[in-house]
């Protein structure tokens, strides 16, 4: 074996997370959130001084001076509650260590150049998804309760990175929501298109053409099998949504022109330019993730980027959400400055709420059972010691389906043991490196 990955063996094993929720197990009998600051994320807004009755794992009431027997009763103290909120587009459970190949299941590399690009969009990341995964604990203590699985987040081999699907980080192995495909355009991208913007879209329009049958499979020019075929078929013609990584306006334009001929539904991640075409985002309903700290010409891509990118498109009418740039799944904890950032930067506070809650769940097809505090909503929850957007602030309980998850990862358990063998044996600490 060699040094790297006897180190990620090691690393792994040291790590192994050992809090996981059971999503066999019932939930709670019920639960009793009272004078708390709700942050629905509904048409309600904020309700101050309000309760949440949870019953059989779904919020039953929402008000407030709700009475009920029998139930877990928890005094909020005026906190804030809010939904779990999203943590993104990441590999929280098919990514562990970035830097190791064996713990990454992102992205399908079959061919790394245009002439050997393989197509293959019914390629599906969340059956690589692992609900016992070491980060997923350090996420959920800090509030997250949903990601977005994306695929072919590193590229890959092909501008289609293939299928992923909303994962509630409850420990349920199965996705909670629909497929979404993963399409990625740009400058990221050309070289797997013989280094031509324009041979991406000529590409694209191809690949609809054999979904529709209008390319023979057996042609030499054919790129998709035809498993591939019936799953781009899945996505067009206002059926399901495609993911698109973009951030150039003048690409985003030609996104909006293909996705309007062929029927498409789409929603963007990036957009760093985006804010240049929001009237005509907004107008065709199109939702967009943004980082809001991308304030720099990362690449030339990104020229216009700024801090009010988000702002800019909400004033619009776009519905915004986030997500991050880089290590998002080591990071999805973070996504919650992003949303503080945003509303910094003009954004109104009720709208970077949305963006981690109600938008996401919208969406990507789950807004009927997450991301909003409303009668019938499954009750996942989080309780805060402040405003959740401002990071002095932490999460003090987060709830799935009622319960409560305990608030620690195994990273706590390993900051908790090493701080304590800082002690003196003779006042009761423990020689290096155990434990018990």
């Known amino acids: 074996m060699t040094g790297k990955l006897v180190f990620a063996v090691v690393l792994a094993f040291c ?19 009272r004078n708390a600051t709700v942050h629905t994320a509904t048409d309600r807004g904020t309700l101050r ?35 779990a909120l999203f943590g993104g587009i990441t590999g929280l459970g098919i990514e562990e260590v970035s830097a190791e190949d064996t713990t990454n299941d992102t992205a399908l590399a079959l061919g790394m150049d245009a002439k050997h690009m393989v197509v293959r969009p019914e390629f599906d990341v969340t ?3 692992n609900p016992e995964s070491v980060l997923i604990p350090v996420s959920t203590i800090e509030g997250i309760g949903f990601t977005l699985l994306g695929a072919g987040s590193n590229a890959g081999g092909s501008i289609i990175g293939g299928q992923g699907a909303v994962m509630r980080l409850d420990g349920d192995p199965e996705p909670t929501g629909p497929k979404l495909l993963f399409v990625q355009i740009g400058a990221r991208t050309a070289e797997l298109t013989g280094n031509a913007r324009a041979a991406q879209w000529m590409l694209l329009d191809q690949l609809v053409d054999e979904a529709r049958g209008r390319i023979a499979a057996d042609s030499h020019a054919a790129l998709l099998t035809p498993a591939g075929r019936a799953a781009l078929a899945r996505y067009l013609d206002g059926n399901g949504r495609i993911v698109v990584g973009v951030h150039r306006a003048a690409d985003i334009r030609q996104l909006l022109r293909w996705a309007k001929k062929h029927g498409v539904s789409i929603a963007i991640s990036g957009g760093a330019e985006a804010w240049k075409l929001a009237p005509q985002l907004a107008a065709a309903k199109v939702p967009v993730f943004v980082d809001p700290l991308a304030n720099l010409p990362a690449s030339f891509d990104q020229i216009g980027a700024t801090l009010e990118n988000a702002a800019r498109l909400r004033a619009a009418g776009v519905e915004v959400g986030f997500t991050q740039s880089g290590d998002a799944s080591h990071n999805a904890r973070k996504v919650r400055q992003l949303a503080g950032n945003a509303v910094a930067n003009g954004l109104p506070w009720e709208d970077g709420l949305a963006g981690l809650t109600r938008v996401p769940a919208e969406a990507f097809g789950v807004a009927d059972r997450i991301g909003t505090i409303a009668p019938g909503m499954r009750a996942d929850l989080a309780l ?31 900051r908790d043991r090493y701080l304590r063998t800082l002690t003196p044996a003779s006042e009761g600490g423990l020689p290096r490196a155990y434990s018990h």
């Open 15 to 33: 790590l192994l997370p050992v809090f996981a929720q059971d999503p066999g197990s019932n939930p709670g009998q019920g639960l009793l959130i």
């Open 49 to 83: 001084n309000a309760d949440v009755l949870v019953r059989g794992g779904r919020i039953a009431r929402v008000g407030s001076g709700l009475v009920a027997d029998g139930v877990q009763t928890i005094d909020a103290q005026g906190k804030p509650l809010t939904p």
């Open 127 to 129: 059956l690589g998804y």
């Open 384 to 414: 805060w010691s402040g405003d959740p957007l401002d990071i002095a602030n932490v999460a003090e309980q987060v709830w799935f389906d009622g319960r409560a998850i305990p608030m620690r990862s195994r990273q706590t358990e390993l």
